[in-house]
Structures are given as structure tokens and as C-alpha cells.
């Protein structure tokens, strides 16, 4: 996975190419909370790159594990052997890409883990102390669904207003299309009309040919039928284009949503557990 880079929100929407690195925004009152509650910029590198949306494999590197504590790190290794109330409890304490690693027992060898950002775990579990001023996993688990919450809003606002230039353009394309059939129309079956200036650039705008046979812009019947079918074509090429970025914006909306789902359920749980240790404390 390309390495993210901490920015601030571009409302032009600019894209990177595809060999450039990918370019993850947040909102600068995001930026400043993170920094205000203790995250480096590089854990802030790695907080986005779990948040991401797009890498469906949530890629990691040894930067995941710089906010995580020996607590949590040595019940991750012994998750094979917690009952199914207790692993929902630690998985709860550490990001999806941490807990598919370390609780792995193949990246385990005795007591020392062989996984991926090995030499940094293992630096930690045998003498690295503790250091309770960094952000707890409860706040960077929460960091990285709202990090997440906000790229997915960023993807939402950008396909939302594509469609609705798509749509706008597809109303303007069928008005100049019934204004041709008028055209035609009038021309009659012998006669002919002209086609306005106005015209004469939407086909341009379109990448619709118009029939130039005559070299000028007066066409007869047959003439303008071309002209017709050259922009009923572009016409339904852009509502193909429209229906599939459509697709993708229900799939962006169900993702969303999840991410709010996921949110919740970890608030949820979050406070039972709590709860729960409060009570047995009194």
C-alpha cells in the first residue's frame, strides 16, 4: 500500500497518479484533535493508512504498533486460548491489522514474535517501558473510524456532485435533443433548417459529430437525423457513466454506514466493559 500523506481537505479534488502516493485528507479540526491528543505525525500516517477504505487488507507496518501496550500485545498472543467472551474484549483494545498478526500463532516463536514489525515488539515486550502519555488504543481505535468516517464523507460530497453535473448535463443534452427534432421537423421532407450557434457548441461539448456535408450548419431531414443519433449515443453513454458512478455511491453510502455501525457497536461495548469493572471495583 502506497505510503498516506497527512494533508488537509482539497476542495478542487485533484487525484494523484497512480505511481505518485496516495493522498489520504482529513479536515484541519481533525488534524489539530490528533495532534492535541498526543499523535505524531507518523502515527497519524498509520492511523489513516488503517483507516482507509480503499485497502481492504488494512496494510501494516511497524508505525501500528508505536501506541500499543504490553498489556495488550501479551493477551494478543494468547488469544487461541481465551474463551469467546474474552477475545471480544481484547480484540476491542487494538486495530483490525494489529489483531490479525499478533494473535496469529504462526508469528509466534515461544515467547518471541517473528511477525511483521517484529525487532520494534520485541524490543518493547522485553525491557521498553511503558509510556502512559501516548493515546490509548480506545482513542486511536476511535481515531481510526472517524479518520475513516471522514474519507468516506470526502468520497460521498465528490461522487455526490459528479452525478448531479452528469444529471445536469443529460437534462440540458435531452432539451437540445427535442430542439433538433424541432429542427428536423421544420426542415420538412425536402426543405431545410439551420442549426444555431448554441447547438452547434453543445455537439462540440458532447463529442457529437454533426453532419458537415454540406460544409455550413443548414441541414436538411436527413441531415439532421444524423445530427440525432450522434447525440442520442453521447446521450446514453453518460447515463451508462451516471447509472455506474450511481452503484458506486450506494456502495460508498452501505460503507459509511458500516463505519458508524462498527463506531457504535465499539462505544457500546466499550462501556459494558467498563461498566462492568467499575461494578466488580465497588
Known amino acids: ?18 505511481n505518485q ?21 507518523a502515527q497519524i500516517q498509520a492511523l489513516l493508512s488503517m483507516a482507509d477504505p ?21 493477551s494478543l498472543k494468547y488469544t487461541g486460548q481465551l474463551n469467546e467472551a474474552a477475545k471480544q474484549l481484547v480484540y476491542l483494545q487494538a486495530p483490525v491489522a494489529l489483531v490479525q498478526e499478533v494473535s496469529n500463532p504462526a508469528n509466534w516463536n515461544g515467547d518471541n514474535y517473528i511477525g ?17 502519555t501516548k493515546p490509548s488504543l480506545d482513542a486511536l481505535i476511535m481515531g481510526v473510524l472517524t ?24 437534462e440540458e443534452a435531452n432539451a437540445y435533443l427535442a430542439k433538433a427534432k424541432e429542427k428536423k421537423a421544420a426542415a420538412g ?21 454533426t453532419d458537415r456535408s454540406g460544409n455550413d450548419d443548414t441541414h436538411n431531414s436527413a441531415e439532421w437525423e444524423a445530427n440525432i443519433e450522434h447525440l442520442k449515443s453521447k446521450i446514453e453513454s453518460l447515463t451508462s457513466q451516471s447509472q455506474l ?6 456502495q460508498t453510502i452501505n460503507k459509511y454506514n458500516q463505519t458508524f455501525e462498527m463506531l457504535s457497536n465499539f462505544i457500546n461495548k466499550y462501556f459494558q466493559s467498563i461498566s462492568t469493572i467499575i461494578q466488580n471495583m465497588r
Open 54 to 74: 480503499d485497502d481492504q487488507g488494512n496494510s501494516l507496518t511497524p508505525t501500528h504498533f508505536y501506541s500499543v501496550n504490553k498489556q495488550t500485545l501479551n
Open 21 to 41: 502516493p496516495k493522498i489520504i485528507t482529513l479536515n484541519d479540526d481533525r488534524i489539530t484533535s490528533l495532534r492535541a491528543a498526543g499523535y505524531s505525525d
Open 245 to 250: 458512478e450511481t452503484t458506486k455511491l450506494q
Open 147 to 170: 479518520a475513516r468516517a471522514d474519507i468516506l464523507q470526502t468520497q460521498l460530497e465528490e461522487q455526490i456532485e459528479s452525478i448531479n453535473q452528469k444529471n445536469d448535463l443529460l
Open 1 to 18: 500500500m502506497s505510503t498516506p500523506i497527512i494533508s488537509s481537505a482539497d476542495p478542487s479534488g485533484s487525484k494523484s497518479g497512480s
Open 116 to 132: 511483521p514489525g517484529a525487532s520494534q515488539i520485541n524490543a518493547y515486550l522485553l525491557g521498553e517501558p511503558v509510556d502512559f
Open 189 to 209: 421532407t425536402s426543405g431545410t433548417s439551420t442549426m444555431t450557434q448554441d447547438m452547434v457548441d453543445f455537439w462540440k461539448q458532447m463529442g457529437a459529430q
